[in-house]
């Protein structure tokens, strides 16, 4: 460096006498009105020289300065983001851990040094969801809003908060505005389809549904069709409660079409058949649950049949169903039992006996079999047998049952439910032990049954 501006001295000197030497005379600066300064053509030219080199370098320092100012405060900015980022990773860990006060206050004080980032707030609204503090939820969220207004994380996480608060109107409202930002959003539409689902407004959410089945595609598809195919009956089942079961005929039809699109819908044959049965129309009602029965193998439709035909006083009808159905399916111990089942109650022991021997002769071990059993037993007053029934019947886990089991979550109920309480699914519920009669074969073709045969 001391080198370089020897040399440029003598440059400059050097410079400075060959003009001397070629311009011996003098020039007049004016450099104000009427203010000048007299000197020679070589120091103007030499003084320009060093004055352009003296801006130069100061023009230099200036930018130098300025540039390592900036990377200084870029290199504290990447130092505060990584400290940022290593509290946000130990407080999302934290939340995974099950530790969500650590959580917390881990996630507020890498928000404290950045209070622009978007995802440390989500991080924290989940922390306060998990806790169930939904209000602290939404204050996060509003800043996290306000600050990137179209992010679809956070409209969604905001929804959520408001649902759980139960407001319902602010929920659908940001809904509303997550579909106005990106109208074919799954994730939107099947929430806004599920928040309307818990309020019972079928219509609404029956529309969400039919924007939802253009998106989907693939095998969810057909999963969408049929939850398209129950807010169509929910629907239709509602507007019948609604008008008190009268002038149906729009309702009856949709249940219909119902059928007509998936024939192992429960729900709809039900709901068809207890539409008819309050009108009064007890063959068409009845008509619909054995066409049910016979399409499906819910035991809901023989329950249902059984019913209504006691209700009539007209059991021989629903016997006669039994044995028409049993001459073409023998194999279907379900109906042996509920068949059974009625002539017991109708004290038509002997043939109660009969129907129930083809079921337990089969293998099915039921505590409600060996009690019908006994009981019929019981009333001839084949004493050991009942006993023996008793016996076997105490010998079963008693909370083997026949009641209804949800196909989709396990869940128990004493009474068939069109719909899935636990888990939401539709036509999900079956008689708990209904494959307790599927895994096995009557050991003997069933007698043949005197159709003349009335009950006593």
Known sequence: MLIAVLLAVICLLTLYIFFSHLNPGTVSLFYFWEKSITLSPALLLVGSILLGLVIGLLIHFVFSTGNHLAQLRRKKKERRDQETNKLYRQGVNKCLSGEPEEAQKILEKALARDTSRVDIRLALSDVHLRKGRFQEAVNVLAVARDSEPRCLEVLLKMAAAHESLNETEDAEK????????????????????????????????????????????????EDERRKHLALRYELAWQNLEKNGFQNGKAERKELMDIIKQAPDFTPARIALGDAYKVQGKTKEAAEVWQEGYKATGQSVFLTRLEDLYLEKEDPSTLLAFYRSTLANKSQDLLLHYFYGKLCLRL??????????????NAGVELPQLHLLLAEAFRRRERIDESNNEFQKAL?????????????????LSGSWKSRCPECGSWSSYSLTNKKVFQNVTPAVEAPKIDFGQQPA
């Open 395 to 411: 010998g079963l886990n008693q909370d083997v049952g026949l009641g209804y089991l949800c196909n989709r979550c396990g869940a």
């Open 174 to 221: 940001i809904y509303r505005e997550i579909l106005t930002v990106e109208s074919g959003n799954r994730t939107a539409l099947e929430r806004f389809r599920d928040f309307f689902v818990k309020q019972g407004l079928w219509e609404k959410a029956l529309e969400q549904q039919k924007h939802l089945l253009k998106v989907v595609s693939g095998p969810q598809h």
């Open 347 to 360: 004290e038509m022991v002997e043939e109660a006996v009969e129907q129930l021997s083809i079921v337990e």
